[in-house]
């Protein structure tokens, strides 16, 4: 039992460790502001629909999808915990060799 908790906390270390360094990243890259891209292209030879080159998207909404993945992937491992402890107390159930409620009580010999 002492085996499972420690390996339960140092999943969950870990766990906790990769999310927030993926905030900290997302926080970071929404600090830098990517520096103005020069076409090598002379002017002329851009599309004449456009005039101005493509903007790079904010820091706002980089940090935003940044923010999302971690709830989406934080969201999925309490999922699988929740499903984990479903299974385990279904084997705990049937180990234990009670049926379905409409069965009725496990029948054993009769004296």
């Known amino acids: 039992m002492g085996a499972d908790v420690s ?22 890259e929404a600090r830098v502001q990517d520096p103005a891209q020069t076409s090598l292209k002379p002017a002329a030879d851009a599309p004449p629909g456009q005039d101005k080159p493509a903007a790079a998207r904010p820091a706002k909404e ?10 989406v ?16 107390e279904a ?16 029948r054993g010999p009769r004296h």
Not at 75 to 84: D, E, G, N, Q, T
């Open 7 to 28: 390996r339960r906390r140092a999943l969950a270390a870990t766990g906790l460790l990769l999310l927030g360094s993926l905030l900290a990243s997302g926080l970071l």
């Open 62 to 71: 980089r940090m935003a999808v940044s923010v999302i993945l971690a709830w």
């Open 73 to 88: 992937w934080l969201s999925i491992a309490v999922l699988l915990v929740f499903l984990r402890m479903r299974v385990r």
């Open 91 to 106: 084997d705990r159930v049937h180990r234990m060799g009670l049926q379905r409620a409409g069965e009725g009580p496990p």
